[in-house]
Protein backbone atom coordinates (compact mmCIF):
# COMPACT_ATOMS: atom_id res chain seq x y z
CA UNK A 1 0.00 0.00 0.00
CA UNK A 2 1.25 3.32 -0.52
CA UNK A 3 2.51 5.79 1.66
CA UNK A 4 -0.13 9.13 3.40
CA UNK A 5 2.73 11.06 2.45
CA UNK A 6 2.61 9.92 -1.05
CA UNK A 7 -0.94 10.32 -1.47
CA UNK A 8 -0.86 13.60 -0.35
CA UNK A 9 1.74 14.75 -2.79
CA UNK A 10 -0.88 13.63 -5.31
CA UNK A 11 -3.22 15.70 -3.28
CA UNK A 12 -1.14 18.79 -3.78
CA UNK A 13 -0.93 18.12 -7.36
CA UNK A 14 -4.43 17.71 -8.20
CA UNK A 15 -5.45 21.03 -6.43
CA UNK A 16 -2.39 23.06 -8.29
CA UNK A 17 -3.78 21.48 -11.64
CA UNK A 18 -7.05 22.64 -10.39
CA UNK A 19 -5.99 25.94 -9.64
CA UNK A 20 -4.06 26.59 -12.69
CA UNK A 21 -7.13 25.22 -14.68
CA UNK A 22 -5.24 22.46 -16.37
CA UNK A 23 -7.77 20.14 -16.10
CA UNK A 24 -10.70 22.12 -17.81
CA UNK A 25 -11.43 20.08 -20.74
CA UNK A 26 -10.64 16.84 -19.67
CA UNK A 27 -14.42 15.79 -19.67
CA UNK A 28 -14.41 14.14 -16.34
CA UNK A 29 -15.07 16.45 -13.15
CA UNK A 30 -11.63 17.41 -11.61
CA UNK A 31 -12.76 15.05 -8.24
CA UNK A 32 -12.99 12.12 -10.67
CA UNK A 33 -10.47 12.66 -12.62
CA UNK A 34 -8.43 13.05 -9.57
CA UNK A 35 -10.44 9.70 -8.19
CA UNK A 36 -9.19 7.70 -10.92
CA UNK A 37 -5.82 8.42 -10.58
CA UNK A 38 -5.52 7.89 -7.01
CA UNK A 39 -7.09 4.51 -7.79
CA UNK A 40 -4.35 3.51 -10.30
CA UNK A 41 -1.54 4.37 -7.81
CA UNK A 42 -3.22 2.55 -5.00
CA UNK A 43 -3.77 -0.73 -7.08
CA UNK A 44 -0.61 0.25 -8.58
CA UNK A 45 1.31 -0.57 -5.45
CA UNK A 46 -0.81 -3.12 -4.07
CA UNK A 47 -3.16 -5.36 -7.09
CA UNK A 48 -5.06 -6.59 -4.44
CA UNK A 49 -6.36 -3.38 -3.24
CA UNK A 50 -10.25 -3.92 -3.25
CA UNK A 51 -12.72 -0.72 -3.98
CA UNK A 52 -13.80 -1.16 -0.22
CA UNK A 53 -10.25 -0.54 0.80
CA UNK A 54 -9.81 2.23 -1.76
CA UNK A 55 -13.16 4.30 -0.64
CA UNK A 56 -11.55 3.80 2.91
CA UNK A 57 -8.22 5.12 1.86
CA UNK A 58 -10.14 7.85 -0.06
CA UNK A 59 -12.77 8.42 3.09
CA UNK A 60 -9.04 8.94 5.52
CA UNK A 61 -7.39 11.39 3.28
CA UNK A 62 -10.77 13.17 2.53
CA UNK A 63 -10.14 16.07 3.94
CA UNK A 64 -6.81 16.60 3.33
CA UNK A 65 -8.36 16.87 -0.87
CA UNK A 66 -11.35 19.41 0.35
CA UNK A 67 -8.46 21.51 2.45
CA UNK A 68 -6.44 21.78 -0.01
CA UNK A 69 -8.74 22.46 -2.78
CA UNK A 70 -10.90 24.85 -1.02
CA UNK A 71 -7.50 26.61 -0.07
CA UNK A 72 -6.67 27.12 -3.72
CA UNK A 73 -9.61 28.73 -4.44
CA UNK A 74 -10.12 30.59 -0.85
CA UNK A 75 -7.08 32.02 0.13
CA UNK A 76 -7.82 33.21 3.45
CA UNK A 77 -11.23 31.86 4.09
CA UNK A 78 -9.35 29.62 6.72
CA UNK A 79 -9.69 32.49 9.06
CA UNK A 80 -13.23 30.97 10.13
CA UNK A 81 -10.93 28.09 11.65
CA UNK A 82 -7.76 29.73 12.84
CA UNK A 83 -8.50 33.49 14.07
CA UNK A 84 -5.36 33.14 16.03
CA UNK A 85 -2.28 35.30 14.33
CA UNK A 86 1.42 34.92 15.64
CA UNK A 87 4.27 37.13 15.25
CA UNK A 88 5.64 40.20 16.06
CA UNK A 89 2.97 43.02 16.64
CA UNK A 90 3.34 46.32 13.89
CA UNK A 91 1.40 49.53 13.59
CA UNK A 92 -1.48 49.64 11.83
CA UNK A 93 0.01 53.12 9.80
CA UNK A 94 2.49 53.05 7.34
CA UNK A 95 5.45 55.63 7.54
CA UNK A 96 5.51 57.42 4.20
CA UNK A 97 8.83 56.15 2.15
CA UNK A 98 8.69 53.06 4.38
CA UNK A 99 9.62 49.42 2.25
CA UNK A 100 6.10 48.08 2.52
CA UNK A 101 4.65 51.31 1.64
CA UNK A 102 6.62 51.25 -1.88
CA UNK A 103 5.74 47.58 -2.19
CA UNK A 104 1.89 48.24 -1.99
CA UNK A 105 2.46 50.93 -4.62
CA UNK A 106 4.39 48.75 -6.87
CA UNK A 107 1.29 46.19 -6.65
CA UNK A 108 -1.32 49.21 -7.00
CA UNK A 109 0.30 49.80 -10.14
CA UNK A 110 1.21 46.57 -11.28
CA UNK A 111 -2.84 45.44 -10.86
CA UNK A 112 -4.19 49.04 -11.60
CA UNK A 113 -5.53 48.94 -7.37
CA UNK A 114 -6.34 51.58 -5.41
CA UNK A 115 -3.06 51.37 -3.21
CA UNK A 116 -5.67 52.44 -0.12
CA UNK A 117 -7.66 49.25 -0.71
CA UNK A 118 -4.29 46.74 -0.81
CA UNK A 119 -3.87 48.89 2.74
CA UNK A 120 -7.50 47.83 4.22
CA UNK A 121 -6.83 44.58 3.12
CA UNK A 122 -3.45 44.27 4.54
CA UNK A 123 -4.40 46.28 8.22
CA UNK A 124 -7.42 43.32 8.58
CA UNK A 125 -5.17 40.66 7.26
CA UNK A 126 -1.89 40.98 9.28
CA UNK A 127 -1.97 44.38 10.88
CA UNK A 128 1.12 45.30 8.64
CA UNK A 129 2.96 42.11 10.24
CA UNK A 130 4.88 40.60 7.52
CA UNK A 131 5.77 37.95 9.77
CA UNK A 132 2.43 36.85 10.78
CA UNK A 133 1.12 33.22 10.29
CA UNK A 134 -2.22 32.12 11.61
CA UNK A 135 -2.78 28.54 13.16
CA UNK A 136 -4.04 27.12 9.86
CA UNK A 137 -0.86 28.19 8.55
CA UNK A 138 -2.15 31.47 6.03
CA UNK A 139 1.37 33.67 6.05
CA UNK A 140 2.66 37.12 5.31
CA UNK A 141 0.94 40.94 4.80
CA UNK A 142 -2.17 38.78 2.96
CA UNK A 143 -2.36 36.40 4.44
CA UNK A 144 -1.77 33.48 2.07
CA UNK A 145 -2.20 29.81 2.49
CA UNK A 146 1.04 27.95 1.18
CA UNK A 147 -0.97 26.13 -1.69
CA UNK A 148 -2.63 29.49 -3.12
CA UNK A 149 0.39 31.29 -2.92
CA UNK A 150 2.64 28.48 -4.74
CA UNK A 151 -0.14 28.65 -7.36
CA UNK A 152 0.35 32.44 -7.64
CA UNK A 153 4.14 31.65 -8.16
CA UNK A 154 5.53 32.88 -5.13
CA UNK A 155 8.14 31.31 -3.92
CA UNK A 156 8.69 33.07 -0.49
CA UNK A 157 5.45 33.37 1.23
CA UNK A 158 6.88 35.53 4.29
CA UNK A 159 8.81 38.05 1.55
CA UNK A 160 6.37 40.60 1.18
CA UNK A 161 6.62 42.01 -2.17
CA UNK A 162 5.70 38.42 -2.94
CA UNK A 163 3.17 37.75 -0.90
CA UNK A 164 1.08 41.39 -1.52
CA UNK A 165 1.84 40.78 -5.57
CA UNK A 166 0.13 37.56 -5.01
CA UNK A 167 -2.42 39.07 -3.14
CA UNK A 168 -3.00 42.03 -5.44
CA UNK A 169 -3.07 39.73 -8.49
CA UNK A 170 -5.82 37.94 -7.27
CA UNK A 171 -7.84 40.48 -5.86
CA UNK A 172 -7.73 42.37 -8.91
CA UNK A 173 -8.94 38.89 -10.65
CA UNK A 174 -11.82 39.11 -8.41
CA UNK A 175 -12.47 42.64 -8.94
CA UNK A 176 -12.64 41.96 -12.61
CA UNK A 177 -15.11 38.93 -12.49
CA UNK A 178 -17.65 41.07 -10.19
CA UNK A 179 -17.12 43.69 -12.70
CA UNK A 180 -15.38 46.20 -10.04
CA UNK A 181 -17.97 45.74 -7.16
CA UNK A 182 -15.67 45.95 -4.08
CA UNK A 183 -17.95 44.37 -1.96
CA UNK A 184 -18.42 41.31 -3.74
CA UNK A 185 -14.48 41.04 -4.31
CA UNK A 186 -13.78 41.20 -0.86
CA UNK A 187 -16.60 38.74 -0.22
CA UNK A 188 -14.39 36.66 -2.89
CA UNK A 189 -11.07 37.01 -1.30
CA UNK A 190 -12.21 36.04 1.80
CA UNK A 191 -14.83 33.40 1.16
CA UNK A 192 -14.03 31.97 -1.92
CA UNK A 193 -15.71 33.05 -5.64
CA UNK A 194 -17.54 29.88 -5.19
CA UNK A 195 -19.45 30.78 -2.30
CA UNK A 196 -20.25 34.03 -3.35
CA UNK A 197 -21.51 32.91 -6.97
CA UNK A 198 -23.41 30.31 -4.88
CA UNK A 199 -25.47 32.56 -2.54
CA UNK A 200 -25.80 35.58 -5.19
CA UNK A 201 -23.80 37.90 -2.98
CA UNK A 202 -21.88 37.93 -0.05
CA UNK A 203 -22.39 34.75 1.33
CA UNK A 204 -24.01 34.37 4.61
CA UNK A 205 -21.10 33.98 6.71
CA UNK A 206 -20.78 36.14 9.95
CA UNK A 207 -16.85 36.13 9.55
CA UNK A 208 -17.34 36.83 6.00
CA UNK A 209 -19.73 39.66 6.44
CA UNK A 210 -17.96 41.54 9.28
CA UNK A 211 -14.73 41.21 7.21
CA UNK A 212 -16.29 43.07 4.31
CA UNK A 213 -17.86 45.41 6.04
CA UNK A 214 -14.23 46.48 8.22
CA UNK A 215 -12.60 46.31 4.92
CA UNK A 216 -14.82 48.35 3.47
CA UNK A 217 -15.02 50.66 6.13
CA UNK A 218 -11.30 51.26 6.39
CA UNK A 219 -11.40 51.93 2.33
CA UNK A 220 -14.23 54.13 2.25
CA UNK A 221 -13.67 56.20 5.10
Known sequence: MTS???IKALLEWQSLQSFSGQQQNS???ISSSFASLLQEFVQSQNPDTSIGQFENELNTLGQVFRSNQYYIQHPIAEK???QTIHGTASSTELN???????IVQRAADAYKLPSKLIKAIIRHESNFNARAVSNAGASGLMQLM???????GVTDILDPEQNVMAGAK???NMLDKYKGNVKLAL???NAGPGNVDKYGGI??????QNYVRKVTDTYFG
Not at 96 to 102: A, F, K, L, Y
Not at 146 to 152: E, H, N
Not at 203 to 208: A, G, L, N, S, V
Request: proline share 14%.
Open 170 to 172: YLR
Open 203 to 208: PPFKET
Open 146 to 152: PATARGL
Open 27 to 29: GMP
Open 80 to 82: RDA
Open 4 to 6: LGQ
Open 96 to 102: PGSSIEQ
Open 187 to 189: AAY
